[in-house]
């Protein structure tokens, strides 16, 4: 038979010599090399636990000589920090036995029951069981940190009944509400005027396929200030219920900022339009009449001469600014014309 070659600790506390020889002996049919340690004294246990936390599993017999029962239970497994504990006794109790997993117990076998293949698959479950609950408590852990330490608004709401059923402290300081008002809230309570039928229309549309979409939306604070909001939601399970996270980017600013730009620009073209139209017909027609004087058959004294000279000079820099001015607008590239 192929022995299972994963390296295994596990500390055995039993007081009888027999029955830990029998554990050893057992262990070592379906694994290849168990490394045991064996007390004999809750006291000893404790000191084991609190010098060496590398152990994989820890068997537990039931009655010791200085600790027994219930607090036994409770004791180790407060230091055996997510240690797997199998408990062992030589007496069926099923009421005492489903108290026991209660209270943390990866298992309970009888001593008397006991055989090779059983114990390893109980050791192997045990430790399995605990290595998927530790992977969930980091996913937890880290869903956690991701979503409650997030920068930006985030929360998670019932996909039936947009029913809030969880905020982070970045949302809450956004809208002015508090964690608790958030909780008896849906949706569609911080959404402006119109908004609604526009969520009803994603949710219900070509977007309802897609695993991640984005949208922008108005919103509404507690204190009835509108934000210009850009929203990344994706569907997740939360409870047991069909829900949705959304990650919310406030984008006010930013849409003012560009509202401002493309009222600078139509200003702009205007200044333009006037400078290369408006501006330039009459001075296109003082120039006209400079060269009507200098046509005509006028005798001007040499001062009046340098005068209209000094016009005539005057209009033509003025002519070349304004076609200057003219012909950089139209090389300029609007941002509603791109």
Request: glycine share 4%.
């Amino acid at each position: 038979m192929r022995k299972d070659s994963k390296t295994y600790n596990f500390l055995i506390i039993e007081d009888n010599l027999g029955d830990y020889v029998l554990i050893e002996e057992y262990l070592s049919e379906y694994i290849l090399d168990p490394h045991t340690t064996h007390v004999v004294t809750f006291d000893k246990a404790k000191e084991n636990l609190k010098d060496n936390g590398e152990f994989d599993l820890i068997f537990l017999d039931l009655s010791l000589p200085d600790h027994s029962g219930e607090d036994l239970i409770k004791d180790v497994i407060s230091l055996s920090k997510g240690i797997p504990v199998i408990a062992l006794t030589g007496f069926s109790d099923l009421e005492f036995s489903i108290r026991s997993l209660s209270l943390g117990i990866s298992d309970y076998l009888l001593k008397d029951e006991l055989t090779p293949p059983f114990l390893y698959k109980s050791v192997i479950y045990a430790i399995e069981r605990n290595r998927y609950i530790e992977d969930l408590q980091d996913s937890e852990k880290r869903y956690s940190e991701l979503f409650h330490l997030n920068p930006s608004p985030m929360w998670v709401y019932d996909e039936n009944s947009l029913a809030f059923l969880d905020v982070n402290e970045a949302a809450i300081n956004k809208y002015g509400y508090s964690e608790k008002e958030f909780k008896k809230m849906t949706v569609e309570d911080i959404l402006a005027k119109g908004q609604l039928q526009k969520l009803e229309e994603i949710n219900n549309g070509e977007n309802k396929k897609k695993v991640v979409y984005s949208n922008l939306f108005r919103h509404l604070t507690k204190s009835e200030k509108i934000l210009d909001v850009e929203i990344e939601s994706a569907p997740i399970l939360f409870n047991d219920r069909k829900a949705k996270m959304v990650v919310a980017n406030d984008i006010t600013d930013k849409i003012r900022h560009i509202q401002t730009i493309e009222q600078q620009n139509n200003t702009f073209k205007e200044i333009a339009w006037i400078q290369s139209h408006v501006v330039r017909a009459p001075l296109a027609r003082m120039m006209g009449l400079i060269n009507l004087l200098e046509s005509m058959d006028v005798d001007l004294s040499g001062e009046n001469k340098q005068i209209l000279e000094y016009i005539q000079k005057s209009a033509e820099e003025l002519d070349v600014i304004i076609r200057d001015i003219s012909k950089k607008s139209e090389n300029i590239v609007y941002a509603d014309e791109k």
